[in-house]
């Protein structure tokens, strides 16, 4: 298993690949989740909106 892990002179640029691609996976996670949360609350919003206009 110590094996994998040890990448020899190229394991700081693998890791550190790695660790950069982690961080930016998961910062656009968090950015989707939040635009996700907006924009249930707008289509809320917009069927109250409508809910309140409607003349039935």
Partial sequence: MLDMLDMGKYGVFIWSSYGASVLVIGGLMIR???????????????????QSTSPL
Wanted: glycine content about 0%; overall charge positive; charged content about 45%.
């Fill in 32 to 50: 989707i989740l939040k635009q996700r949360k907006k924009a249930k609350e707008a289509l809320r919003d917009l069927e109250q909106q409508m």
